[in-house]
């Protein structure tokens, strides 16, 4: 059983690797696809607009649904309740899921619902958003998609900026919950957090199809986070990084 788990496209903004992905998307041969979120950017043009102009991408998950890929839609904030359950029979789009892999249970969400800034000054994100588009169309895309990167290692690197959510996540999920598997950080993760409990929480992100092209890929007990312009080495650190669910004790940290 093979599942692949992909997030934070943003089809319809200038941002969006889109060629990159439906070139991903269209070789992918799996049991399970989810889409974990921000794969449309509804804030930028309205879903008709995406559904004629990107139509490479909704052709493709038509093959793999008609080659009978399980295809799970997950919402984000930024393709909050768009309409793709029109296109698809039995492709309603959730909030969140659950997948058991191995004996584990792991909580699927796109994750802005543990955004301080969304849940209670939900202009200010898009102020930011709006800031964000400035700052790409002064510095140009290529350029502004090298700062994504290197913000998104600064950030990996100093870890303690991304715990506050990490405690938030495990600290909603771990009764019910072996880990979660996660989104809209942008910010490829791959931990396990340990702390004074007795259980492991498997944390795990996605990272996107805007500047660093990463997705998780689950097969026969292991995670992989797989960056898929695979440049060089030194593009994600943790490139191919496995974790095995199976020996939780031999299990790989990401340092
Ligand atoms: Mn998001």
Known sequence: ????????????????????????????????????????????????????????????????????I??????????????????????NPKSETVLELEGNYFKIIHG???????KNVGWVTRFLYWLQNLFAWIVGMKAYKWFGMTFSKVVNKNTYLLDVVHEAVKKEYEESFDGVIFAHSHIPEFKIIEDNSV??????????????????????????????????????????????????NEAKQDN
């Open 1 to 68: 059983m093979k599942s692949i788990f992909v997030s934070d496209s943003h089809i319809g903004s200038e941002f969006s690797s889109y060629e990159e992905l439906c070139a991903f998307l269209e070789d992918i041969e799996c049991d399970k696809l989810f889409l974990i979120g921000d794969i449309f950017d509804l804030w930028v043009h309205k879903f008709s607009y995406i559904r004629n102009h990107y139509k490479r991408f909704f052709s493709i998950l038509r093959e793999l649904y008609f080659k009978g």
């Open 70 to 91: 399980e295809i799970h839609f997950i919402n984000g904030n930024h393709d909050d309740n768009c309409e793709v359950n029109l296109y698809f029979k039995n492709f």
């Open 112 to 118: 802005h619902q543990f955004d301080y800034l969304i």
């Open 199 to 248: 259980d492991k929480f498997y944390f795990v992100n996605t990272g996107d199809w805007v500047g660093s092209n990463t997705y998780i890929e689950y097969e026969d007990g292991n995670f992989s986070l797989i960056d898929y312009t695979k440049t060089d080495d030194t593009t994600f650190h943790y490139t191919k990084e496995c974790l095995n669910l199976r020996v939780e």
